[in-house]
């Protein structure tokens, strides 16, 4: 009898592995990883973009293993997913910290998810295209709670009561990573590559801990691309695991991010470059950005010596400055009508801007008169005398 008792003591505490500490941290680490790949590979870049094609077997790997560590269903995840990206920012997106809050997001991520996967509007509109077999009508969507049941009974056998919160720190990660913070810190701080339409930051330009999805920024400007690093120091994991899987056969890339090509030597503003300019419209204006970000540092001591302007007024002027123009509240109109008063350079550098976006926002115009536009466009601001403006008017004659 006794020896049936430690022997059921034993098996609580090691359960059958008989693991160490560090074993059971580093299983932990391994398996939640897999689900992060998971639902960056098949759940966001596959299911809900479209951004590549995946063979039958990754595929049903994936399904059965967040079937197990998240019993979230394809269609609800890829519909409330398409519906963030459609409605993003405004009172419709079912996550937007802009409008819901930070704390609401970053705490309450999870709920805000299941919430809206109850909506069959959402669900029926954007829910398209996801699997509809057998196995997904009559398990993975019938009964979603069983896997993670499933998970919760194999983490026991595995390693005892400890297993129970190897399991409870599985269900948690996708909450708190992807719910939470990207869906949270991933529209309210961090840095941006490009001026797209709505808040997304990049978070940090590695992404490893959340398998590429810190890239946030980069995500919502190439919504449909299946690599989410755009920049040479940046790093998406999980774009090296889908190309491991391309690489044997089991994935197939359909989309990627434009990456511009230039010619030092075509300095001559034509069709082929006003095609290549709008392909690349993100990278040009991320560019300009930075010609504007030069000529500010150029006035900045003028501004404020001789103009005398206040710093916290010139801080908030630099911000409007940078914000996309379309995006300009009431008081940072303001803001810059009174900057401009005191900088012509920087008023010229902000209305061209608004001109350079326009070109490709003007859809009733020919290719012709597009053509003379940007043409028209370079001839005025390499004869502005604003150096910044003019080495980006050169730059921008070479794209190809």
């Not at 759940?43 to 079937?67: D, G, K, N």
């Not at 902000?350 to 009733?364: P, Q």
Request: one cysteine or more.
């Amino acid at each position: 009898m006794s020896n049936f008792i430690d022997s059921a003591v034993d098996f609580l505490s090691n359960g059958f592995t008989r693991a160490t500490a560090w074993q059971v941290f580093i299983f932990t680490m391994v398996v939640t990883h897999i689900t992060i790949a998971s639902v960056t590979i098949f759940l966001h870049r596959c299911q809900a973009h479209r951004a590549l094609e995946l063979h039958a077997i990754p595929s049903h790997f994936f399904r059965l293993w967040l079937w197990m560590t998240t019993g979230q269903v394809t269609k609800e995840w890829a519909a409330v997913h398409r519906k963030h990206h459609a409605k993003c920012e405004t009172e419709e997106d079912p996550h937007s910290p802009v409008t819901r809050g930070i704390k609401k997001v970053l705490f309450e991520g999870a709920e805000l998810y299941r919430a809206e996967s109850k909506n069959l509007e959402t669900i029926q509109k954007y829910g398209h295209g996801t699997p509809d077999d057998w196995i997904e009508r009559n398990l993975y969507t019938r009964f979603s709670w069983q896997g993670v049941a499933l998970m919760l009974i194999i983490d026991f056998l595995l390693f005892g009561v400890i297993g129970v919160t190897v399991w409870a720190v599985q269900m948690l990660w996708i909450p708190v990573t992807a719910a939470g913070i990207i869906n949270g810190i991933g529209h309210y701080w961090g840095y941006r590559n490009y001026e797209c339409s709505d808040a997304a930051t990049n978070i940090v330009p590695w992404g490893i801990l959340i398998g590429g999805e810190e890239l946030h920024n980069n995500h919502h400007t190439f919504g449909t691309s299946a690599k989410l690093s755009s920049k040479w120091y940046e790093f998406d994991i999980g774009w090296g695991y889908i190309r491991i899987l391309e690489t044997i056969g089991l994935a197939k890339v359909k989309k990627v991010a434009p990456r511009p090509k230039f010619s030092k030597e075509k300095m001559l503003v034509d069709v082929e470059t006003l095609q290549a300019v709008i392909t690349n419209r993100y990278d040009v204006m991320a560019k300009y950005a930075k010609s504007l970000k030069k000529e500010w540092s150029e006035e900045f001591q003028q501004l404020r010596e001789k103009a005398q302007l206040e710093k916290s007024f010139l801080k908030s002027a630099k911000k409007a400055l940078q914000r996309e123009p379309g995006k300009l509240e009431a008081t940072q109109l303001q803001t810059l009508r009174e900057l401009f008063d005191h900088s012509s350079a920087l008023k010229t550098m902000h209305d061209m801007r608004v001109e350079l976006n326009a070109i490709w926002e003007r859809s009733s115009a020919t290719r012709e008169q597009l053509v003379a536009q940007l043409q028209d466009w370079c001839a005025r601001a390499e004869a502005s005398g604003i150096k910044a403006l003019e080495e980006f008017s050169l730059r921008l004659r070479t794209y190809a």
